[in-house]
Every structure is written in structure tokens, then in C-alpha cells.
């Protein structure tokens, strides 16, 4: 996903320009649409929202926390399926549009959940499943970089989205509103400096402390892949705290624009003058970030310890190597809860 990955960060480098300007944000809409549809008419399948989609990245990484998953009943069935209706389709409906072998299907990250092969497996192999939440987050051999960067992007961007947009410092909001071209400039290096380098840098050091404190044998690169996927519930945990900010806030405006969407007067619903009331007292969505990122947090510390058995069979070696990854989850965690709180 390394083109999603710098496809999102493309997008979040112009994102205050993006939210504040209805035809820049129409603009950018249109585009993903433009571009879904071309590749369309050049492939077959679903090309712009497996390889190009900003979006359908993130929604890649944090499915693997969820506790759904589609997956075939019994890989035996399919390794004897010599059609493999799944990928060819059938007249019940299409192969796989995401390009993905259901019967290999061990994560949630590549499949869109479109219930296509429910549909075309003749020999009723796939189904939906509930499974324990962050179980993908352990299937150790389907690690990869890209997604480990996608890790560090998404829990980047909800930092500094939570410090520019909802933070208190106007020169911020002017620098990455575009107020000057030099502003900007200094805020694009930085935006980009803490995704691409800080937070990866200091999870490397992170890394390279929990490997030395647990005498683990791996290479430093496993190991920070493998660590790095203990980011996705904290930073999961982020961006819900960074939504409930602004819809338990600013909700209402909500039913404003719906009635009113072009701002031509209309009042499709009767709730054009509606006006701005919060949705919930303040306090009370302070309240609900700090439970979500503290849910984030156990969970993500979680997940740290359970990587870290995987390179550490003895259970107190493990909690050594976990110490410097909690370090930086917990960090994480108070920057947050600092940006809201503070
Ligand atoms: S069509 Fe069904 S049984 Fe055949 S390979 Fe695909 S999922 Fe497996
Ligand atoms: S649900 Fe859709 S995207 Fe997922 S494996 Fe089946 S056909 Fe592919």
C-alpha cells in the first residue's frame, strides 16, 4: 500500500485547505471519482480502491482490528476446487474484485467485504465470522513495511490533525490553511517529518531497546514491522477521539447542511435555521475521548506483549521487550489526551 500511503499523505498535507473550502473539497471528491471510473474502464476490477484509494488504506489497516473477518470454512474444500469460482466468478456474480484468493484469506486488510464470493463459491466454502477483535494484528506472516508505515501515517496524521485543527495556536491553522506559501512550506516539512521520520525513528530506538532488553535474535527490521502493528488500535483510538471532538460538537450543523446542502435557501427537511447547540455537553465528550483512547492504549499494550512472546518464548523476556514499545504507546497516548485535555 506504499501508493495509498503517499496518496494520504498527499491529500492530508491539504486537508485544512480540503475541510475549509467547499470547492476544493468538491474538487478533490470529483477527482477520486474521475479516477475510481478510469481505471475501471481500463481494468477489470476494483484497481483505484485496492492500489490507489487514500482512504481505502486506513479502513485496510484498522479492519484488522475488527471483530468480523470473511473467510472460507475449510481451505482443504478449496485446495480440491480445481474452478475457482471465487476468482473467475460465475453467473451468481463477479470474481473477486479486490483481487483477492478468498481460500488464502487469513486478514481483513485486502478484502472489501463486498459478499461477492458468498455469493460465487458453488460449494458454499465462505462465510462471515466473528473472531476476538486484533486477531488479524497477530498473523505474524503477513507483516510487511508499507503497512507498518501506514501504522505510523494514520497515528501521525490524528496527532497533528488534533494539534492544527482543534489546538489552540492560530499560526498553525494559518500555516496549514495556506495563509502564505512559506508557512506552508515549513508546515508540509514538518507534517511530513514526523510521519516519515520522528515517529518512525523513535520506534526504531523503541525497537532496537526492546530487542536488546529480551536478548531477541531477530533482525531489528522484523522486529520493528512486527512491533509496529501494535500502533493500529492507538492509533484506531485516535481518530475516534479526533471524531468525537467535532460531531458530538458540532453535530448539529449535521441537520443544517443536509436540509440546505448547496446553501441556495432550501429547507428540504425543516431544519435549514437550525442554528449550532452541541450534541452532548463537553465534558461529556471529553469523558467518551479518554475512554476510547484508554481502550485504545490496553488494547494496543495488548497486542505489544503478544508480538513480543512471538520472539520471546519466556513470558518475563517478553514483558522486557514490551516495556520500550509501551513507552512509546503510552507517549502516544498522553499526547493525545494532553491535545483534548491540556
Ligand atoms: S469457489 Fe469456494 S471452494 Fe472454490 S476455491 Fe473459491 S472459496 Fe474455495
Ligand atoms: S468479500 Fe469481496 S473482496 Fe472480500 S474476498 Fe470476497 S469477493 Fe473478495
Known sequence: MWLQNFGFLGVALFSAVILTRPSVTALVLLTFVLAGVALSVVYENRVFCRYLCPVGGFIGLYAMAAPLALRVRDTQVCLSHKHKDCVTGNERGYGCPWMVYPGNLTRNVYCGLCTECLKTCPKDNV???IQAPGSDLLVAKERRLDEAYKAFIMLGCALLYSAVLLGPWRWAKDWANMASLPGWLAYATAFLGVNLLALPGCFWLATRAARRL???TARVRR?????AYALV???LAGWIAFSLSFVLVNGSYMMTALSDPFGWGWDLFGTAGGGWAPLVDPALAAFLQVGALTGGLVFALRTAYRIACEHSHDA??????????????VASALGFVWLYLG
Do not use: K, S
Not at 223 to 227: E, I
Not at 318 to 325: C, E, N, V
Open 127 to 129: 462465510a462471515i465470522y
Open 233 to 235: 488500535p492507538m492509533g
Open 223 to 227: 522486529l520493528f514491522v512486527d512491533y
Open 214 to 216: 529480551a536478548h531477541q
Open 316 to 329: 518475563r523476556l517478553a514483558l522486557r521487550a514490551t516495556l520500550p514499545i509501551a513507552g512509546f504507546l
